[in-house]
């Protein structure tokens, strides 16, 4: 071992003649050293508490009280101060207590030689120091362990929660690891893919992570590592890519929507030139059949004709208005204004199958957007509402409120609800479960609240209802009434 280079000894005995032996046997210690010498238990803490000691030699009896009690002091206050307990018992009992106290060394008096001290008092710094060097390292990664953005879990084999870290206390809402120790949470993973990554060699998996509690759903890189072989402990490391995986879909939506409005505008002009054609050649043969007393089984067949060129005509314009939104207005709006115009147009129908509508709307909340088309979007998802809702047992839920700068608007019915496996097909072009729907009027909803970048979220239950929240950035300093 390398001799210390110079260190600060503080001695702490109450007797003088031993005092004297001892400092005798360290004349011949091989490292520079200032010595201290303490008589008491008090006098020890005092110099403890005024300047730096490397390292301290305690005697067992410092009159009431004893080196250990002083060793645990000092222990308390730095732990990183080694002790060297010297004492003229001699007693396996009290060797135990000394090092459980946090003594470095143990050493009789009348047993030892000068290099029996030099020997301890080397073991006793360089164990010190390797220690410290431990903590710190342990303390470094403990930081990046808290302090990390993904969200990291120690769990046993079973799945319940050893220790997380800020980010996935955070995730699941807790203020406290207490809150979390002990959860399983096998139930927020697909159990099949975390067995395939448990027992693979696979470094990392894209998982789907829920809290079904929390109504969260989150898109997630997952690592699995052994943090314990022998004790069957794992870590898992999280890292959060819904934001990534969100923005990939609602760009693959909207490339779909562009090539659906290019389509549009083909069919605008290839169909409905030939289609205004024919509407009129129908109106003529109308009249030709009734002048030349055509009986009522021919007007009848031109009446289908001309129903559903009129139903083509308006599917072409329904095409349209659900993609012709490259030219935006936007000014300053009062979000309750802008709801109340939205519930005023499906007031009618709502009236009319005796739905009850219910309106919690904050006021003073603004929203800078195009206020036509935001009408626009609402109204298809008000629409779609009220025609899912049994007459006379419906209740429509308006509510708006502002959370951190984005203005949240959800409207909730306790209609038929939606099934799951067409969720994810909600926005598309076409797509539709109602009978006559053309499936465009929430790609219409969707491409607005996008192009004022907003954002959607549908959650949903089949015969319990439907609930619809839209995020639209608000003017920021505005607060709700």
Same mark, same amino acid.
């Not at 645990?72 to 002790?83: A, L, Q, S």
């Not at 955070?170 to 809150?179: C, D, R, S």
């Given at each position: 071992m390398n001799a210390p280079v110079s260190i600060r000894l503080l001695v702490v005995e109450d007797d003088e003649d031993d005092y004297v032996l001892l400092m005798s046997s360290l004349k011949t210690s091989s490292f520079n050293k200032t010595v201290l010498w303490a008589d008491t238990f008090n006098r020890a803490k005092e110099i403890l508490n005024s300047q730096p000691i490397d390292i301290v030699i305690v005697d067992y009896?410092?009159?009431?009280?004893?080196?250990?009690?002083?060793?645990?002091?000092?222990?308390?206050?730095?732990?990183?101060?080694?002790?060297?307990?010297?004492?003229?018992?001699?007693?396996?009992?009290?060797?135990?207590?000394a090092l459980k106290s946090g003594a470095y060394d143990y050493l009789v008096k009348g047993k030892y030689t000068s290099e029996d001290i030099d020997r301890s008092i080397r073991y006793a710094v360089?164990?010190?120091?390797?220690?410290?060097?431990?903590?710190?390292?342990?303390?470094?990664?403990?930081?990046?362990?808290?302090?990390?953005?993904?969200?990291?879990?120690?769990?046993?084999?079973?799945?319940?929660?050893?220790?997380?870290?800020?980010?996935?206390?955070?995730?699941?809402?807790? $203020? &406290?690891?207490?809150?979390?120790?002990?959860?399983?949470?096998?139930?927020?993973?697909?159990?099949?893919?975390?067995e395939t990554q448990r027992y693979s060699n696979t470094s990392s998996i894209e998982i789907e992570l829920t809290i079904p509690e929390l109504d969260k759903k989150r898109y997630c890189i997952l690592n699995l590592a052994v943090v314990d072989y022998d004790k069957r402990?794992?870590?898992?490391?999280?890292?959060?890519?819904?934001?990534?995986?969100?923005?990939?879909?609602k760009e693959k939506l909207l490339e779909k929507q562009s090539l659906t409005g290019k389509v549009a505008r083909v069919i605008a002009h290839e169909i409905k030139n030939p289609l205004t054609n024919i509407h009129l050649s129908v109106e003529e043969l109308r009249v030709l059949l009734k002048d030349n007393g055509s009986g009522s089984e021919a007007l009848h067949f031109a009446e289908i004709i001309e129903r559903n060129s009129t139903r083509i005509n308006l599917l072409i314009e329904d095409l349209l208005n659900a993609t012709r939104f490259d030219t935006m207005n936007i000014a300053e709006l009062q979000l309750h204004e802008l709801l109340q115009e939205t519930i005023f147009q499906v007031r009618d129908r709502a009236k009319l199958k005796e739905i009850k509508i219910v309106e919690d709307i904050g006021t003073n909340i603004r929203i800078k957007?195009?206020?036509?088309?935001?009408?626009?979007?609402?109204?298809?998802?008000?629409?779609?509402?009220?025609?899912?809702?049994?007459?006379?047992?419906?209740?429509?839920?308006?509510?708006?409120?502002?959370?951190? $700068?984005?203005?949240?608007?959800?409207?909730?019915?306790?209609?038929?609800?939606?099934?799951?496996?067409?969720?994810?097909?909600?926005?598309?072009?076409?797509?539709?479960?109602?009978?006559?729907?053309?499936?465009?009027?929430? &790609?219409? &909803?969707? &491409?607005?609240?996008?192009?004022?970048?907003?954002?959607?979220?549908?959650?949903?239950?089949?015969?319990?209802?439907?609930?619809?929240t839209v995020y639209l950035p608000a003017t920021p300093g505005v607060m709700m009434n």
């Open positions: 009896r410092l009159g009431v009280h004893t080196g250990i009690e002083l060793v645990r002091y000092i222990r308390e206050k730095n732990p990183f101060t080694p002790c060297i307990l010297i004492t003229g018992l001699q007693a396996s009992a009290l060797d135990e207590e360089e164990k010190a120091s390797a220690l410290k060097a431990v903590k710190e390292s342990e303390n470094k990664f403990r930081n990046l362990f808290e302090n990390a953005v993904e969200y990291v879990f120690v769990i046993d084999y079973d799945m319940n929660v050893i220790d997380v870290n800020k980010a996935a206390l955070k995730l699941y809402e807790k $203020n &406290t690891k207490e809150e979390m120790i002990g959860q399983n949470i096998s139930d927020h993973f697909f159990p099949d893919i975390f402990q794992y870590q898992i490391v999280l890292h959060d890519i819904t934001e990534r995986i969100e923005n990939e879909q957007g195009d206020k036509e088309k935001l009408v626009i979007a609402l109204l298809n998802i008000m629409v779609n509402a009220v025609e899912a809702m049994e007459e006379q047992k419906g209740i429509l839920n308006i509510r708006a409120t502002i959370n951190n $700068n984005i203005a949240e608007i959800c409207i909730n019915d306790n209609g038929a609800g939606i099934a799951q496996q067409d969720m994810n097909k909600l926005f598309e072009p076409f797509f539709t479960s109602k009978r006559g729907g053309t499936g465009l009027g929430l &790609t219409a &909803t969707y &491409t607005i609240i996008s192009k004022h970048d907003g954002s959607l979220k549908v959650n949903s239950e089949l015969n319990k209802g439907t609930q619809f």
